[in-house]
């Protein structure tokens, strides 16, 4: 005996750029980059058990969607538009009860006096997940990730259990270097009255000084010291997620050259590499539900 286990469909990778001319403070344009992605779940077990379709909104017709409120909605933050548009959906089909949204933004900086010349900034991707749910409501959680970092020095790593297989020596001054994947969920009654652009660019600095500005002894303390941080500096949020790969730097071994090495010349593995990740919540953060999901 068989049946049908949870399931969800929608449209990957939607590529909108959308230019709002003149829309900068400075009468420049500004740019919104996106890749966005729907998932659809609610009334859909015909479709599967039977191939009737009558419930099933194209993936096409979602598509379509999104380069219509793209239009509609100007270049809005995109938490804002991710809550349009799955609100859209399970508003207006009936089987829908629950739409996952989510956004990846690259970022665009203008160049020159003209307005509208730009160059791609390349520094991170700009994250965004949203579920829309009839009976739970929304769930936001922004973020980010590709966002690398380098202290040359400030940290240590040493005091750890050895085994037979242990060949890594004990340091008190090494590179600490990683590239942030960073998640942060807001409240339910935070969402409404979000400034999605002031939290983003709020959340960003912080891991940033954070980063920069703490001693560390394993790179998990500096994923707690990022994640409190956040806590206490952007508003509305009471859960932090984060994935800091360890990106290895080695000192290269200069003696057979006959020069000295004091802690100049480096390696930059590539792979394996050491992957921390971990989650920080405020005291009274609420059953996540729905919203990593």
């Not at 969800?8 to 966005?36: L, S």
């Not at 938490?79 to 829908?96: D, H, K, M, N, T």
């Not at 970092?149 to 400030?154: F, H, M, P, Q, R």
């Amino acid at each position: 005996m068989v049946q049908l286990g949870a399931n969800r469909y929608g449209k990957a990778e939607v590529r909108v750029v959308r230019v709002a001319r003149g829309a900068a403070a400075d009468g420049g344009d500004v740019i919104r980059d996106w890749n966005v992605s729907t998932s659809l779940s609610g009334d859909l077990a015909d479709s599967h058990l039977t191939g009737d379709n009558a419930k099933v909104l194209p993936t096409d017709s979602q598509k379509n969607k999104v380069y219509a409120l793209a239009k509609e909605l100007g270049a809005v933050e995109p938490e804002e538009f991710a809550l349009a548009l799955g609100r859209f959906f399970v508003s207006s089909q009936e089987p829908i009860t629950r739409a996952r949204i989510s956004v990846e933004e690259y970022g665009w900086t203008p160049i020159g006096a003209t307005g509208y010349s730009f160059a791609r900034t390349g520094d991170l991707v700009r994250t965004t997940t949203v579920i829309v749910d009839s009976a739970a409501g929304p769930s936001v959680v922004s973020g980010l990730r590709d966002l690398v970092v380098l202290n040359t020095t400030g940290s240590e790593f040493w005091g750890y259990p050895k085994d037979p297989y242990t060949t890594l020596p004990e340091t008190k001054d090494r590179i600490l270097a990683t590239s942030v994947t960073a998640s942060w969920r807001f409240r339910g009654n935070a969402i409404e009255s979000a400034d999605w652009a002031v939290a983003f660019a709020a959340a960003r600095t912080t891991i940033l000084e954070t980063f920069a500005g703490t001693y560390t002894y394993s790179l998990q303390q500096m994923l707690y010291a990022i994640g409190s941080t956040l806590l206490d500096v952007v508003a509305g949020i009471c859960e932090v997620r984060l994935a800091l790969p360890n990106k290895h730097h080695y000192i290269v071994d200069l003696a057979p050259f006959g020069l000295e090495n004091d802690r100049e010349v480096y390696l930059a593995g590539d792979r394996p590499y050491g992957l921390i990740e971990g989650s920080v919540l405020a005291d009274d953060a609420p059953d996540p539900g729905l919203a990593w999901t």
